[in-house]
C-alpha cells in the first residue's frame, strides 16, 4: 500500500527554522515528482514546492523563495522542506505529495496527512 507520512511540524517563533520529513511507503520515491502544499485556516490549499523525480528540478512559490528548500534522501525513501526565516503567514498545513505523471501537478495522485506548523510569537 503506498502511503507518505509527513513529520516535523510544530509551534516556532519568528524567524525561527522547521525541517518537515516526508517518509514514503509501498513505492520508491525517485519515481514520482513530489510537492508540498499548505493550507492556512479559511484559505485554499496552495503550492509551496517541487521535486522532479529526476532531482534535477525545484520550483517554490515566490513567497517562500530563499527561505524554503525542498529535497530527497534515496537511502531513505524521504523527501524534506527545510523551512528558515519563517513568518506567521507561513502558518498552516504542510501536506506532501506525490505524482508519477506531472511535475509539479496541482493535483497530485497521492497525498499525506498533513502536518501542522505555526509561527507564532
Known amino acids: 500500500q503506498l502511503q507518505l507520512v509527513e513529520s516535523g511540524g510544530g509551534l516556532v517563533q519568528p524567524g525561527g527554522s522547521l525541517r518537515l520529513s516526508c517518509a514514503a511507503s509501498g513505492f520508491t520515491l525517485d519515481d514520482y515528482h513530489i510537492g508540498w502544499f499548505r493550507q492556512a485556516p479559511g484559505k485554499e490549499r496552495e503550492g509551496v514546492a517541487c521535486l522532479s523525480r529526476s532531482g534535477g528540478s525545484t520550483s517554490y512559490r515566490d513567497s517562500v523563495k530563499g527561505r524554503f528548500t525542498i529535497s530527497r534522501d534515496n537511502a531513505k525513501n524521504t523527501v524534506y522542506l527545510e523551512m528558515n526565516s519563517l513568518k506567521p503567514e507561513d502558518t498552516g498545513i504542510y501536506y506532501c505529495?506525490?505524482?508519477?505523471?506531472?511535475?509539479?501537478?496541482?493535483?497530485?495522485?497521492?497525498w499525506g496527512q498533513g502536518t501542522q506548523v505555526t509561527v507564532s510569537s
Open positions: 505529495a506525490a505524482d508519477n505523471n506531472r511535475y509539479c501537478s496541482t493535483k497530485p495522485r497521492y
